[in-house]
């Protein structure tokens, strides 16, 4: 036996849903398990299915998708969504015609500036309205991101820790990489399809933060 527990923003333990059967779906009207207050399901939203003992979790194609607690390093791929405390956090690559624009000229005069640095990605931060924020150009190693440590810092969002993730770059091979910093909330990815889940794995669902774990006899 299996259940879905979940976690409310002050840290305690809220309802405990069972997951029963071979398929336990999410969604904000219809499904086993029913978030009707939360807006940012959609009414069928995920779910969770059992094949041959184990547990796997799907996005329905949902608006706003499924966010997985890493637990570990993962390498980041273009238009990855990493949720930390409160922000989202597009990953960009960038196209070949933005990495290095070369310096401007205007009527033979170069164009004094801040200098240019080398680029390869970018982190975009997507708000409720639906359009970007601000745009993060990830032109360092490492790049770390925290509400008062870090070259990405968010001061008002107290679910940030103060040193909470960070993206490294490997110059050989070009690839980034996310990890988390020992933060307090943890880090999240979206992913995409289906993804086998464990017990204590951690997802997000809309506003609804979930543990997965077995039922206590």
Known sequence: M????????????G???????????????????????????CPRHARVTRREGRFYL????????????????????????????????VFELLEDAEVGLGPAIQHGTL???????PRLARLCQATTEGVPRDLYHLHRTETSIGREVGDIVFTD???LSRRHASVTLDPT?????????????????????????????????????????PVSA
Do not use: M, W
């Open 2 to 13: 299996a259940q879905l527990k979940t976690l409310l923003r002050d840290g305690t333990e």
């Open 15 to 41: 309802p405990s849903y069972p997951v029963v059967g071979d398929q336990t779906d999410i969604g904000r009207e219809e499904g086993n398990i029913l978030l009707p207050d939360d807006p940012y399901i």
């Open 58 to 89: 799907r996005d329905l194609e949902s608006v706003n998708g499924l966010f997985l607690r890493i637990d570990g390093p993962v390498e980041l791929h273009d238009h990855d969504a990493i949720l930390v405390g409160q922000q989202l956090l």
């Open 111 to 117: 164009v004094f500036g801040t200098p240019e640095l």
């Open 157 to 159: 969002d107290s679910f």
């Open 173 to 213: 091979t070009r690839r980034f990489v996310l990890r988390d910093a020992d933060s307090s909330n943890g880090t999240y990815l979206r992913f995409r399809g289906e993804r086998e889940i464990h017990f204590g794995d951690r997802f997000r669902v809309g506003q609804h933060l979930f543990r997965f774990e």
